[in-house]
């Protein structure tokens, strides 16, 4: 069974910062893009950055470029995305989600997370 499963979500102050993990299981993920999005309540699913299988490509939303990087390591199976500078606007349930290859429309995406949860809060 293809599984995506994120970690690293929690309560943190505006300004600081969280690391998120999402891991796979059941597929590699070699040959797979990585979307993270986040939905927060009462509002649709944003799309928040992509990176494309090899790492040769990267895309961000405007909403958290310069703040958020995406990255990924295949060898261990996990890709990451680093959120710095974050904001009360940030707080959300995000997740994380894989395409073969290329970054996808996100309605496009295979597979797809449960979530984390991510709350900016002092």
């Known amino acids: 069974q293809l599984k995506l499963v994120e970690s690293g979500g929690g309560l943190v102050q505006p300004g600081g910062s969280l690391g998120l993990s999402c891991a796979a299981s059941?597929?590699?993920?070699?040959?797979?893009?990585i979307g993270w999005f986040r939905q927060a309540p009462g509002k649709g699913r944003e799309g928040l950055a992509c990176?494309?299988?090899?790492?040769?490509?990267?895309n961000y939303a405007d909403s958290v470029k310069g703040r958020f990087t995406i990255s990924r390591d295949n060898a261990k199976k996990e890709m990451y995305l680093q959120m710095n500078s974050l904001k009360p606007e940030d707080t959300a349930v995000y997740y994380c989600?894989?395409?073969?290859?290329?970054?996808?429309?996100?309605?496009?995406?295979?597979?797809w997370g449960q979530g984390t949860q991510v709350t900016v809060s002092s």
């Open positions: 989600a894989a395409h073969y290859l290329s970054c996808p429309e996100p309605a496009n995406y295979d597979v």
């Open positions: 990176i494309t299988y090899n790492g040769g490509s990267t």
């Open positions: 059941g597929f590699s993920l070699d040959y797979y893009a």
